[in-house]
């Protein structure tokens, strides 16, 4: 059995902000360390920094180069080894398109959110993913209070939010992107 090949991409633009505004949320060196490391952990083929400022872009860059060329290498193997399949792209179309160039085929795009109640879960998306000649997945996971809903209309699956044990549901992007990778392809 083949598993279909899995990408994420840490969007930053456009995203909410606590009233619901659309904004351009700042890259954090925590995001991207701790995505790599669970990408690297379940088997993600690779994960997009997505932000339209150059100026975080090349921030986020500063970040990964540091553990995989720079000084940060001689300190952490398994660092660097996770940083090895990160990318730092402008925004989601060139996410897609490097995706496209990798896998050979355009991703199935998979919205996720802690808000709505509607949506596949985990065991559906699962299932998808283990089918034979499955087409490639590519997560979505917003910074900043999540997605604008423009990417939700673009999306080919809506993923089911997380539910804990109570009502109060505001995980961070990285303690989301764990919990759904250990999902879809924990063991």
């Known amino acids: 059995m083949s598993v279909a090949e899995l990408f994420i991409a840490l969007i930053h633009h456009p995203v909410l902000d606590r009233r619901g505004k659309t904004v351009t949320a700042a890259v954090t060196s925590l995001d991207i360390h701790d995505l790599a490391r669970a990408s690297r952990t379940y088997g993600v083929r690779a994960m997009y920094v997505v932000h339209p400022v150059a100026e975080q872009r090349e921030f986020a860059r500063t970040v990964i180069d540091h553990w995989r060329l720079g000084e940060g290498r001689k300190f952490d ?111």
């Open 77 to 187: 193997s398994r660092r660097r080894e996770a940083l090895e399949n990160v990318e730092v792209v402008r925004d989601l179309e060139e996410a897609l398109q490097a995706t496209e160039r990798t896998a050979g085929t355009r991703p199935l795009l998979v919205y996720t959110s802690a808000r709505g109640d509607r949506g596949q879960s985990a065991d559906e998306l699962r299932a998808l993913a283990e089918r034979d000649g499955g087409a490639p997945l590519m997560i979505l996971f917003g910074t900043g209070f999540g997605m604008a809903p423009e990417l939700q209309q673009r999306a080919d699956i809506v993923m089911a939010p997380i539910r804990g044990a109570g009502e109060y549901n505001h995980l961070s992007v990285r303690s989301a992107a764990a919990i759904i990778l250990d999902r879809l392809r924990g063991r």
